[in-house]
């Protein structure tokens, strides 16, 4: 079974560009969660997708971050534009919801410069 | 509001010795718990979780945790460390709201394991 996959690994860009990270889920698996970690800080959850619906956006930061989840399968966490702050590692997880854990990405390390 | 508290950012073993990474949680209902660990380059790798019933849970690697209500802690242990475990480890607590289980993770502890 291929797990969460995500990309790219690594992104840098600069301050006011956009950038699109990407995360595929485990096959079936219905819920699909973003979190990210700021240097040195706690990972913290951002939002969680059920299918293409989203459940549960109260982590996102701010207008500037836009995640979609068309067809319920793959997902995407467009950031735009930018700011220095962004800069951290992005985790997606996805889960079958049958209370066994999430499996989490390797994560997409972001640096805005 | 609930958190979870890692006090360790950094820990040095020697390699065979012993290993407790601490974690303690405020939850107000009963916590489902969990230790991940990061190896560099790696995603993060699921150790053990704790959702009910026997309170001392073995997970993948040697590791094992320890629920204690009384003392809200779920301590990480391994008797005799590898240099292979040399990695970044956190705790997790699953809150449940509006149907979703977020995590409320640690800051995390960096274990560096000498030869």
């Known amino acids: 079974e291929a797990g969460v996959t995500q990309f790219p690994s690594h992104s840098v860009i600069e301050k006011g560009q956009t950038v699109t990270l990407r995360c595929d889920p485990i096959?079936?698996?219905?819920?699909l969660y973003w979190y990210r970690r700021v240097m040195g800080k706690e990972i913290k959850f951002l939002l969680h997708f059920v299918k293409e619906s989203k459940q549960d956006e109260s982590g996102m930061p701010n207008n500037r971050f836009l995640a979609e989840r068309t067809g319920g399968t793959y997902s995407t966490l467009k950031v735009q534009p930018a700011e220095l702050e962004d800069s951290g590692v992005y985790f997606c997880?996805?889960?079958?919801?049958?209370?066994?854990?999430?499996?989490f990405g390797s994560g997409t390390r972001l640096t805005v410069v | 509001a609930q958190s979870v508290t890692q006090p360790d950012i950094h820990i040095t073993v020697s390699e065979g010795a012993s290993l407790e990474l601490r974690c303690n949680y405020s939850?107000?209902?009963?916590?489902?718990l969990f230790w991940y660990v990061q190896s560099p380059g790696q995603g993060l790798q699921l150790l053990l979780k704790?959702?009910?019933?026997?309170?001392l849970v073995q997970g993948i690697k040697g590791f094992e945790a320890e629920f204690k209500r009384s003392q809200s802690s779920f301590n990480l242990r391994k008797p005799s460390v590898h240099w292979s475990d040399a990695a970044e480890y956190f705790c997790?607590?699953?809150?449940?709201?509006?149907?979703?289980?977020?995590?409320?993770f640690g800051t995390g502890t960096r274990l560096k394991v000498l030869a």
């Open positions: 939850y107000g209902a009963t916590p489902y």
């Open positions: 704790y959702f009910s019933g026997d309170t």
């Open positions: 997880a996805s889960s079958s919801g049958r209370g066994d854990g999430y499996t």
């Open positions: 096959s079936g698996h219905d819920n």
């Open positions: 997790a607590v699953a809150s449940r709201t509006s149907g979703t289980y977020k995590y409320i």
